[in-house]
């Protein structure tokens, strides 16, 4: 009988550092799905942010050929009107 206990005690504490170390993965398990959730938030945000920055600079880009397209313009009338003058 008193190998059936020691027997039985050993195998309790065997179980109790399974569940020890089954609790500390479960930790570590959350911890890194925390990590994770946070990572994906801030990946979320940040292709929101370049998204938004790239409308931006397509606007600013489109501003720059249009007033670029206008200057040469300007600059065809100037040549024409120097051209003229120098006709009169």
Do not use: H, P, V
């Not at 009988?1 to 005690?9: E, I, L, N, P, Y």
């Not at 606007?59 to 397209?69: A, E």
């Amino acid at each position: 009988m008193s190998k059936s206990k020691k027997d039985k005690t050993l195998l309790d504490e065997i179980m109790l550092e399974g569940d020890k170390r089954r609790a500390f993965l479960d930790e570590q398990i959350q911890s890194r799905d925390a990590r994770i959730s946070k990572l994906e938030l801030k990946l979320g945000e940040e292709k929101i942010t370049r998204e938004e920055s790239e409308k931006e600079l397509k606007g600013l880009s489109l501003d720059w050929m249009q007033s670029c397209s206008e200057l040469e313009a300007l600059k065809i009338d100037f040549n024409y009107c120097q051209g003229s003058t120098k006709y009169y």
